[in-house]
């Protein structure tokens, strides 16, 4: 069955036309990944499914589009989380997620304080009927597990324990974002729409996310420039191209063999009829030169041929890509930086300690590690923009180094882009900044933008820009492909493994550094302030570290729910086990006293109205026998009672 269908999508804003004829279809479970260069309607996309944005109306002789969801299925996105309280703590706005678990949960609590004041044992009865029912319907919709599971998937995407008490508005962006990423998974939406929701994730956190999403039995749609991600969850790829899309089957590496295939054979196609009709075009001239009677026939009858002809189109140029080759200005010396004894960190947070290594010419050396670890930190006592609180770093011979900052902070947001190229090297021509900016897509009007009103990914771009020109041997780079689409990641891939200098970087992205790496450096492993140091590529070290360095197996989910489901029944039967004691206690002196009371009024009208009445005092005499009976069997349980009470 379709979980959604998407039908002849168009979107315009005014002139400009941003989606064109878009059209797919997803069952449910199937995870379709949404790719194309910046600004190239992916969101848009999401925003028309959410019904943010409003499709263009379809000419009358187009046949019918819209979208359509399968009947009862819901839709969960990000944009539509409603924003958080920012002084509720993090797990209250976690739990949100549960409301009505929570409901179910104070209205258990309430039955069960009803039960033990109960005034009657039948009473108590219905009561503990209705509980019951009440106790299996929360069971049944997870009522043992949502505190587990929300606390498992805040760990997991890194707000561990000690967030969790703490104000939401004590977070920084990325952690805000990874707290709506785990509220909106946590909700029990059939379809998921998610925008680069590997952003803010360290690569722990994303492959969770990865296992997460292809366990569900979910429909998802997912924007994203994480190569690797895309490999690892999509079953389909859409790619959206100048305007249009191309649904293809299988993940991205498939996408992209596919879409190379097709291209070619349509340029082989293309080409064959191009000289087809060339060479029927020459005949129709040669015909009509001669110009007698039969030939003009056989020109016009080739002319309708032509005409009536299918014409291929030649395949479309894909969207133009940034130009990166990075310039050395000589080699260095063999040893290209030495870290010896380094220790660093911040009042009440230290980051690593007694840190030594060396880094040797053209190595590729990637720093990884879980998100506020310190390796940007790090990566500016390499750059020595900072100094260490211990320990010596120096440079070797010959080294000149270049560092990219991921928050683009070295960028003067009152200067144009033109200004801002130009004044770094001012021995430039204006045509040769304007040459090098161009190669970083910024022609035209662009160049004359304010660095204040780019986007992300045009402020890496531009600091890209200002990398490349600078002649260096050393690059360090903290997460370069930040902000960047696949294709200028492809481009910085190729213009790196060009290279003849060193680098040393910091990324998440997985795809970026199994293709480059020769050397990594873990942050955290095997001790908390200590940085391991790997000869290798990147999958080698993950094999190498599952084998040598796992840390110790986290409890699974099963095991969580287990244990929370028999701590929750222990729990109950030992307040179950309270509330009948109570109860009988209660029982025994209502009764013991009805018993008292009674014996004083039988003693009475034995001494008075029925002491010459024969008959009745036989029966008062009988009663009294038996009440006796019942008081001493009565102060028995009493004391039985008082003597065994229930564990607490």
């Known amino acids: 069955?379709?979980?959604?269908?998407?039908?002849?999508?168009?979107?315009?804003?005014?002139?400009?036309?941003?989606?064109?004829?878009?059209?797919?279809?997803?069952?449910?479970?199937?995870?379709?990944?949404?790719?194309?260069v910046n600004g190239a309607g992916k969101t848009s996309l999401f925003r028309l499914i959410t019904g943010e944005y409003t499709p263009d109306p379809l000419p009358p002789h187009e046949p019918a589009g819209g979208i359509n969801i399968a009947k009862g299925l819901t839709v969960g996105s990000l944009s539509q989380l409603p924003e958080f309280d920012p002084d509720m703590p993090i797990m209250d706005a976690a739990l949100l997620a549960f409301r009505d678990l929570i409901e179910e949960e104070a209205r258990l609590e309430a039955l069960r304080?009803?039960?033990?004041?109960?005034?009657?044992?039948?009473?108590?009865?219905?009561?503990?009927?209705?509980?019951?029912?009440?106790?299996?319907?929360?069971?049944?919709?997870?009522?043992?597990?949502?505190?587990?599971?929300?606390?498992?998937?805040?760990?997991?995407?890194?707000?561990?324990?000690?967030?969790?008490?703490?104000?939401?508005?004590?977070?920084?962006?990325?952690?805000?974002?990874?707290?709506?990423?785990?509220?909106?998974?946590?909700?029990?939406?059939?379809?998921?729409?998610?925008?680069?929701?590997?952003n803010h994730l360290d690569t722990d956190a994303m492959y969770w996310l990865e296992d997460y999403l292809k366990s569900s039995r979910k429909t998802v749609l997912v924007i994203s420039h994480d190569r690797y991600f895309l490999d690892s969850v999509a079953t389909k790829i859409l790619e959206i191209e100048n305007t249009r899309g191309k649904l293809y089957e299988g993940n991205f590496t498939a996408s992209r063999e596919k879409k190379a295939?097709?291209?070619?054979?349509?340029?082989?196609?293309?080409?064959?009829?191009?000289?087809?009709?060339?060479?029927?075009?020459?005949?129709?001239?040669?015909?009509?030169?001669?110009?007698?009677?039969?030939?003009?026939?056989?020109?016009?009858?080739?002319q309708k041929m032509l005409e009536k002809m299918e014409r291929i189109e030649r395949p479309a140029h894909p969207p133009e890509s940034v130009r990166i080759?990075?310039?050395?200005?000589?080699?260095?010396?063999?040893?290209?930086?030495?870290?010896?004894?380094?220790?660093?960190?911040?009042?009440?947070?230290?980051?690593?300690?007694?840190?030594?290594?060396?880094?040797?010419?053209?190595?590729?050396?990637?720093?990884?590690?879980?998100?506020?670890?310190?390796?940007?930190?790090?990566?500016?006592?390499?750059?020595?923009?900072?100094?260490?609180?211990?320990?010596?770093?120096?440079?070797?011979?010959?080294?000149?180094?270049?560092?990219?900052?991921?928050?683009?902070?070295?960028?003067?947001?009152?200067?144009?882009?033109?200004?801002?190229?130009?004044?770094?090297?001012?021995?430039?021509?204006?045509?040769?900044?304007?040459?090098?900016?161009?190669?970083?897509?910024?022609?035209?009007?662009?160049?004359?933008?304010r660095v204040s009103s780019l986007s992300g990914g045009e402020r890496a771009r531009l600091t890209l820009a200002k990398l490349m020109l600078s002649k260096v041997n050393l690059l360090i780079l903290d997460e370069p492909t930040n902000h960047l689409d696949i294709n200028s990641r492809e481009a910085l891939e190729s213009a790196l493994e060009e290279f003849d200098g060193t680098i040393i970087a910091v990324s998440h992205d997985r795809y970026f550094i199994n293709k480059l790496a020769t050397r990594v450096l873990d942050f955290g492993v095997p001790t908390p302030l200590s940085i391991f140091n790997f000869a290798g590529g990147w999958e080698e070290y993950r094999e190498y570290k599952e084998k040598h360095l796992k840390?110790?197996?986290?409890?699974?989910?099963?095991?969580?729910?287990?244990?929370?489901?028999?701590?929750?029944?222990?729990?109950?039967?030992?307040?179950?086990?309270?509330?009948?004691?109570?109860?009988?206690?209660?029982?025994?002196?209502?009764?013991?006293?009805?018993?008292?009371?009674?014996?004083?009024?039988?003693?009475?009208?034995?001494?008075?109205?029925?002491?010459?009445?024969?008959?009745?005092?036989?029966?008062?005499?009988?009663?009294?026998?038996?009440?006796?009976?019942?008081?001493?069997?009565?102060?028995?349980?009493?004391e039985y009672l008082a003597a065994n009470p229930p564990a607490e």
């Open 113 to 198: 304080r009803e039960i033990d004041s109960a005034d009657s044992a039948e009473k108590a009865d219905e009561l503990a009927r209705r509980y019951a029912r009440l106790h299996d319907k929360f069971a049944q919709s997870g009522g043992f597990e949502f505190r587990s599971r929300a606390k498992g998937v805040l760990v997991n995407l890194g707000l561990d324990e000690k967030f969790w008490t703490l104000p939401v508005s004590s977070l920084s962006g990325g952690q805000k974002t990874r707290l709506s990423l785990a509220c909106l998974l946590l909700r029990n939406y059939d379809i998921l729409l998610l925008d680069e929701p590997t």
């Open 261 to 302: 295939a097709e291209r070619a054979e349509q340029e082989k196609h293309y080409k064959i009829q191009e000289q087809k009709i060339a060479k029927i075009e020459a005949f129709i001239e040669q015909q009509r030169r001669w110009g007698r009677e039969r030939n003009i026939i056989a020109a016009e009858s080739r």
């Open 325 to 449: 080759r990075f310039q050395s200005p000589g080699e260095s010396g063999n040893d290209v930086l030495y870290v010896r004894s380094v220790t660093h960190g911040y009042p009440g947070k230290p980051l690593f300690s007694d840190v030594s290594f060396t880094i040797k010419k053209r190595e590729r050396v990637f720093i990884v590690g879980p998100n506020g670890c310190g390796k940007s930190t790090l990566v500016r006592l390499l750059a020595k923009k900072e100094r260490p609180n211990s320990g010596e770093i120096e440079y070797g011979a010959n080294v000149v180094a270049g560092y990219y900052d991921q928050e683009n902070q070295e960028l003067d947001d009152t200067k144009t882009v033109l200004e801002e190229l130009w004044d770094a090297y001012p021995e430039l021509t204006q045509t040769e900044v304007r040459s090098a900016l161009a190669l970083f897509l910024f022609k035209g009007e662009d160049v004359d933008k």
């Open 551 to 638: 840390p110790a197996p986290k409890q699974n989910k099963a095991e969580t729910v287990s244990r929370a489901k028999e701590e929750f029944h222990l729990s109950k039967q030992r307040q179950s086990e309270q509330r009948k004691y109570q109860r009988k206690l209660k029982l025994n002196a209502e009764e013991t006293a009805r018993v008292e009371v009674r014996l004083e009024e039988i003693e009475k009208e034995i001494n008075g109205e029925a002491a010459t009445d024969y008959v009745r005092l036989a029966e008062l005499y009988e009663e009294r026998q038996a009440l006796e009976e019942r008081l001493l069997e009565l102060y028995e349980e009493a």
């Open 1 to 36: 069955m379709y979980a959604i269908v998407c039908d002849n999508l168009s979107l315009s804003f005014g002139a400009t036309k941003v989606l064109d004829k878009i059209s797919f279809a997803l069952h449910e479970g199937e995870r379709l990944g949404v790719i194309g």
